[in-house]
């Protein structure tokens, strides 16, 4: 899979995250997994996975929530794919959300992620 897409994903929860992974790969894309914001912030820092989109649950425990990790994935990379996912704050994704990302509200399907990254890289899987 080295010609595929790395993604990188912030869920607290493993099944969840199990299930994002899955789902990604799936559709042709490489996950690359952490549980908080703050090991997303170092990940994407490191620049050695190289993500080249963001795909973050909102609530995210203690922490830096989802809604910050993106608009400081933003100010160091302006217009990084992002793609939030939550099932209590969608109705915060117009106040806190970053221009042009996306929203999934939980519980979604497997081809609702997969379709979600190539629409913010207008590229197909």
Known sequence: MSNAVRVLIVEDEALICSFIEDALSDGGFEACSVHSGEAAMSTF????????????????GDGISGWELARQIREITPGFPVVYMTSASAPDWKSQGVDGSLLIEKPF?????????????????
Do not use: H
């Open 45 to 60: 820092r490191d620049g050695r996975k190289q993500c080249r989109a963001l795909l973050t649950d909102v609530n995210l």
């Open 109 to 125: 399907a497997p081809a609702q992620l997969a379709a979600a990254v190539p629409q913010l890289l207008d590229t197909r899987a």
